[in-house]
């Protein structure tokens, strides 16, 4: 995510879709690389297709996810709202629905990512810490 967080909210909406495209691309690349050795396909093609279905998904998701949080963003004049997050999250469930022909999916893909995306913003924001020595 190099700079993605240095951009401000709102602006260089294509940008930020092509920094969590490429992102959401190795995320995909990753995860059917472990899907590829853990269910073992029956043939190289089966493989090649495995791993090229689940990167341009998940590149399109994150695709997705940043330029609809850069456009909330610009339309609804509030920038620094969580909402905004929420409403790309959201999106991105949606696509995911769509992508596995299923209602569940898609909402509660929208309600689960729009609630990751919006907690990241308000984290990021308020500066909150997963990892590092404990304060007391």
Known sequence: MSGYWEIPEGTDCARKAWITGRLGAALGLIGSAYHIVLFQPESAFKAVQTAATSTVTMATLGAVFGLTTCLSAHIREDPEDALNYFI??????????ARTHSHATGSSACVALGLLAAFTKIGKREGWKITGPPRL
Do not use: D, E, M, R
């Not at 999250?89 to 696509?95: D, F, L, N, W």
């Open 88 to 97: 790309g999250g959201c999106a991105s469930g949606i696509v995911l629905g």
